[in-house]
Structures are given as structure tokens and as C-alpha cells.
């Protein structure tokens, strides 16, 4: 009975194990086959909230201004990229599907067969239907990735120019590890992006060597490396030997020589890089991105050549006795490989900084480059004067002579040296795009303030030169319009000072304006245009660039307004025929004029808007009206008295028992100065409402007049010669009006005569009288004719007798 009931035990299990895998395999394919099937996505809802999400981001974007907030949109656009993408696949089978049906149902019989059933016909219409609407849905899918990817380049690119104006932000120091990052372990994305632009760049370059290319790929890359190498040495032979039997003798010679040398070098450095580039952008297949680069590198070229240009000029060391500069031979020497150092510098980190723009770099790599350039300039700028504070000591301690440096020499010195030191402090503690701005302003101010200081001796030795009436042109202009000396040297004092004053103009634009590496000539003489035209004054706003630039308006315009007024006062005025007290009062004028519009200007560049700066006057219009109201009154009678000029600087005015010639019209006070030196300041009001004596105005002549008492018994026509003759005889008397003597009196004390003569101006008259004084009584002893004496009678009380006397 056991062994029945273990038999068919056996059995069982035996086929249990022989129908197993059979089991398992059904599984298996069961388990396939609920895989296989389509993931259902409620398409409806998931897709308008991705286009939300796209919309929203859109909006804070355009509203971000900070780098965190910038990063966590780059995030949240590569997340919906991402979402995007998996909504596009999960739709995918459903279409393959829909497909799958639609190929079961096959065509639509042809006409003229047999209809199919009305079942079959409308679950056609139905599947094409969804098929149609479904991908639809899939495009607007791939669409919403497609525009979140290039949302997150643009983030990214907006990211990288808001790190130029964001220098406050600590992106990390660049000893620290993520610094370096970008060098020793680049992300997947910057090497797939750098080599595809390489890729791109190689293409174009093995496209250029092609048969039909190549013979001039070889001649333009040949002409290129002739003119980049040896072009300016070329050009300085024929040079050298026209400037000593073409132009005159004189400084115009050397400021000549070095804004040649500057144009020559820019000239010769920028076409080579032009012919270079050509041989890229002739061809037809060469790519967009690389035409974009060979045009950022042609304007990079021209802006390291410029500085490496002015270097070279500025220091002459080829001709020493032409520098410009008071430098000395050993210190130039010492300094002639700096420019060239840095204009490279500028150059290999500018190509970086462009062409992580151009591929869309990370910031990351953005941050390198931008902190290895300003690194290196930090350190050249530093480097440079150390060695010339060795080399100085080395010649002192040699007993050689250095050059006497000015105050403005050893200030731009200490400036540089102030700069670079900030430099490297801010890319120690991690403010890198701090050091970037404060790099590329120190590159800008000294590219202007070398170009103008160059322009400058130029505009000035070429009209001493044209103008001066010992050389060539000086004695044309002679000649031909009848001139002589005086006026072809207040010719060339005018057209230098107009030379300098557009120079200046033209520099602070550049300084306020301009930016490194991307302002040209062109694009400045546009902005002149369009601030005379007013633009560009009206919407401005307070930011740290904007401060910088109203400080540096405010010192250029006083510098300017100081050194034209000096050069009024004392070159061109002085050369005309104006008077000394209308010179005085036009460079009064020119100098209120000038301090309101530096104001004026300040403000403008500060962002104060005038409306609202004009709501603040009209809320203060009435403290100033109680509180100002003598200063506005003696300001706008100082006003009136350099208008309308009743009195003026160098009149002899008498005011309130005062007397004194007027020295200076202040806007508040006018000063007057006494016979004894002493200064008397007198309110500009009271000159307008009181009675002042202007002894001077028209012109006026002095009266010297002297009156003499006689005796009775004198012989008053001989009498009336002699002081006539007195009169006539002294040389500052006028023959017109002719001196006259008038009898004054007749009475018990003897006769009065008064003479009478002119001077030609009432500051004489003291003078003059002492000295006909002098004359008259050595004319009088000499003919025995005295003065009247005075009668006094004395009156005696006769003394009263004493009762002793009695």
C-alpha cells in the first residue's frame, strides 16, 4: 500500500519538474508581453504644464540679474529639457501602435470595389485621427525641449555677461582646486562643444590647401608672415630719410616719428592678421562660427598692436634722441619688452575669452580665462616698475644721472602699481570678475591717456610748424595774407588750443564710453554725435559704472576748464587787442560757465534725473529764497557787473569813502585794492545800488591841479608864465587840453591862483603834483617871489596889579 502511495508521489514530481521550465518560460513571455505594452501618459495635462513651465521660466529670466539666480534657471531649463524628452518617448509607442492598427485595417479600398462595413470606416477615421493628433503632441513635445535647451544657452551666455558687471560676486579663489578645473579636467560639454568648433576650424583649414585653393592659401599665408615680420622694419628706411630733408627742424620731427611708429606697427600687425583670416573666410564651405572668429580676431589684432604700438613709440629706443618722453636710455631699455609682453598677453587670453562666448562655453571656463589674463597683466603691471625703481637705484648708485620725474609721472607710477596690487588681491580672495573689470579699465584708461598724450605733442609741434614764420609753410602764409609775426603765433596758439580741446573731448568720451577691445574710432565719433544731439542723458541710472564715470567727468572737466582758462588768460587773450579789464571779465565768465556745465554733467552722469532734481528745488525754492537771498543777490549782481561792465578789473573807483582799483570780480564780492596794499572786499550789490565813482571808465584823464596864495604887491602875468611854464616843461602833462591858470581870489590875505593840467590817467595825478610842487618853488626862489604868509593876531590881558604893588 506504501509503495502504491509513493508511486504516483513520485510521478507527480517527476512531472512537476519536467513542466517547470515549460512554466517559466510562459512567464517569461507573459512578463514580455506586459513590457511591450505602451506606457499610458495622460497627454492632455502633462503637455500644456510643460509649456507653463517653459512660459514661467521665460518670465525669470528676463528678470534674473543675480548668479545664483541664474544657475538655478539653468537647472530648472535643463530639467524641463529632460522632461520633454522622456513625454516625447513614453509617446512614442503609442504612436507605433496607432501604426500598427492602421496597418491591420490596411488602405481604403479603391471606387469602384467593394465598401467595407461602416465599422471598419469610422474606426479608419477614428485611428488617423489620434494618429494625426498624436503627433502633433510629439512635435510640440520636441519643440518645448528644443526651446528649453536653447533657453539654457541663453542663460548661460546671460550668465557670462552678467559676471562682467557683477564684480562684487566671490566666484572663488584661484588657488583653490575648481579654479583649475577647467584645465585639468574639463566638463563633457565645453570638450564636445571646443571640438566641434576645432573640427570646424580644420575642416576649413584642409578645405584651404585643397587643389584648387592651395597655390593662394600659400601666397596669402606668405605675404601675411612678410608683412606681420618685416613690414615695419621695412617702413622705417624710407622714413628715416624723410624726416630730416622734408620736415623742419624742431620737435615736430619726433612726435611725427612716434605717431608713425604707433600706425605703422597697428597697420602692419592688423593686415597681416587680415590676409591670414582671408585665407578662411574666401572659401565657400567655411562655417559660420569660424567667419564669426577670424572677425573677433582681426579687431583683437588692431587692439594689441595699438598697445604694443605705443610702447614701442613712447620708448624710441631705435632713436633715443627723438623719445618724447624724459626717459633715460638704460630705463627705456629695461622697459622695451613689456609693452610687447603685454599686448601678447591681451591678445592669447582675448582669443579665450572670445571664443568662449562664440562656443558657449561654461562659466567655469569663462572665470579661467578670464582670471589667468588678469593674472598675467597684474603681474607685468607690477613687474615693470620694479625693475625701473632697480635700475634707477643701480644708476645713482653708478653716479649716472636719472630723469627728474614729474609729480604726474611718479602719481601714474604709483597708480599703476596701487591697480595691479588690487588685482591680485581680488583673485586671491575670489572676486574674479573684479579683477576682469578692474584689468580691462586699467588696459582702457592707459591705452587713452597714451594715445592722447601722443595726439597731443603731435597737434601741438604741427601748428608750431605750420605757423612758425621761419619755416616753409609760416612764410607762405605771410606772404599770401599779409600777416606778420604776432598773428601767426596767435594763429598757432589758437588752432593747438582748438587741436587739444577736441583731443580732450574725444579722450572723455573714450573714458566714459568706450570699452577694451570693442570701441573703434568710428564708434566714438558716433557717441560725440549723438550727446550733441542729446541722446543718452536722459535715462541713466546710478550704478558703480556710472559713478566711475561721474568721477572721472568731474576731474577731466576741472582739469579742462583750469588749464583753458590759464591758457585764456595768459596765450590768447593777451595777443589780442581787448583791454586788461574786459580780458578779466570774459575769463570770469568762461569760468562760471564752465563750473555749472561740469556740474551739469556730473549729475548727468551720477543718473540724477532732471525732473526729479527739479522737484527737489521747488521743495526747497523757499529756504533758498530766505536763507540764499543775500548770496543771490550779490551772485546775480556780479553777473550784471561782468555784463553790462560799469566797472571793471584795473578801473580806479571810489565807493563809501573807499578808493582803489579793482582787482578781481568774484561771484560773490569784488576786491579792491587800496593805495597801501591793503585789499578792501566789497559785496557785488552795493556797486549796483549805490553811488560809485569810476574815475578810469571811458578813458577818462586826470586833473592835476594846485592852488598858491600871493602877496598883493606881486606881478600876477609874470606870476601866471612861470607857473605855466612849470606845466609845460613836465612830461606828463598834456598838450591837450593845454594847462590853464585860473585867478581864483582877491582878498585882505593876497591873490589865489590855481593851474590846471592833464595826465592821461588819474592814477598819475599824485605823482605829477609832487612834482610840479617841487618845480614851481624852485622857480618861485629863483625869480624872489614869495608865498602870501598868514596874518594871526594875538591878543594880550594885561596883568592886574597885586594890593602889595598899590
Known sequence: MQKRVKLPLLLALLSCLILLPAFSQADEATG????????????????????????????????????????SLNDDAQKLASDAEKLAVALAPQLAQIQGQLDVLGPAPAPGTLTETPQVISQRNKLNNSKTQLANQIEQTKAIGVGAQNLSAQISGLRRDALKTQIALNTGSILGAKFWTPLINPSERDAVRFDDFGSQLGSAWHQAWDDEWRVGSGFLLLLALGIGLWGRRI???????????WLPQGRFRRSFLACFTTLSTTLTLGISMQLLCYIFTRLPETSQPVIEFTGQLIDLTYFSAVIAGLGIALLSNRHPSWRLPGIADPLAKTLASFPILLATFIFI?????????????????????????????????????????????RMRAEGEETESRSTLAGLIHLLISLTAFVILLALLIGYIPLARFVTFELLWIGLVVSSLYLLLHFVVDLCESVFSPTTH??????STLSVNDRHLSLAATLFSAVGKSSLLILAAVALLNGTFGTTTPLELLNKIADIWGGKGLEGMNIIPAHAVNAVLCLVIGWYVLRSSRRWLDNDFLPKTMMDRGLRA????????????????????????EWNKLAWIVSALSVGIGFGLQEIVKNFISGLILLTERPVKVGDLVSISGVEGDIRRINVRATEIQLGDKSTVIVPNSQLISQNVRNATMGNAQGVATITLTFPLDIDPEKVRNLLLEAYNLHESILET?????????????????????????????SATRSDLLYEILKMLRAEEISLSQTQTMILEQPLLRTATEE
Open 32 to 71: 514580455q508581453n506586459e513590457q511591450e505594452q505602451p506606457v499610458k501618459v495622460n497627454v492632455s495635462t502633462a503637455l500644456p504644464a510643460l509649456q507653463k513651465r517653459l512660459d514661467s521660466l521665460k518670465q525669470r529670466v528676463s528678470t534674473a540679474k543675480a548668479d545664483k539666480q541664474f544657475t
Open 235 to 245: 617702413l622705417d628706411r624710407p622714413i628715416n630719410w624723410i624726416l630730416p630733408r
Open 349 to 393: 587670453f582675448g582669443i579665450v575669452e572670445q571664443l568662449n562666448g562664440l562656443v558657449g562655453a561654461s562659466i567655469d571656463a569663462t572665470l579661467f580665462g578670464n582670471g589667468l589674463s588678469a593674472l598675467l597683466v597684474a603681474v607685468n603691471c607690477i613687474v615693470a616698475p620694479i625693475r625701473v625703481n632697480r635700475m634707477r637705484r
Open 473 to 478: 609753410s609760416g612764410k607762405i602764409l605771410k
Open 585 to 608: 571779465s570774459l575769463v570770469t565768465l568762461f569760468t562760471n560757465v564752465g563750473y555749472v556745465l561740469i556740474i551739469m554733467l556730473t549729475l548727468s552722469m551720477l543718473g540724477i
Open 737 to 765: 587840453p593845454q594847462p590853464s591858470v585860473s585867478f581864483k581870489e582877491l582878498g585882505p590875505t593876497g591873490i589865489v591862483l590855481s593851474v590846471t593840467g592833464y595826465v592821461n590817467s588819474p592814477r598819475m595825478v
